[in-house]
């Protein structure tokens, strides 16, 4: 019997296109939709999504990627959000972290996010 349609699996991580430079003293948690990575004292946590834009959207990716970063104050001690675009793909980014005087390290690593997709 001829198999006309197959499912294909894929062992590609949505995550392959970008270059999160985070070093290797972080916790690696696989979400299966989104990453995150954990400091060893729980102090810094790194949550990555990513969201495909295809076809003729209404709401083009850019328009996320246009929104500046931004800081705001939690419970738990502050939050960075801020999103990158890349082919069509946008990285969502959000950075939980207690420290106030880690702010400016957690700019950096946002800023220095690469998309190394085609």
Known sequence: ????FTKRQSDKSPFQNWQIPVDESYQFINNGDSIQFVSADESRILYFSILTVTGNSLLPG???VKMPSSVTRSDNGWQFKGA?????EVLACVFTFTNESDEARLKELFTDIVYIGK
């Open 1 to 4: 019997m001829l198999k006309l």
């Open 62 to 64: 850019e328009i996320l």
């Open 84 to 88: 990158r675009q890349g082919g069509n």
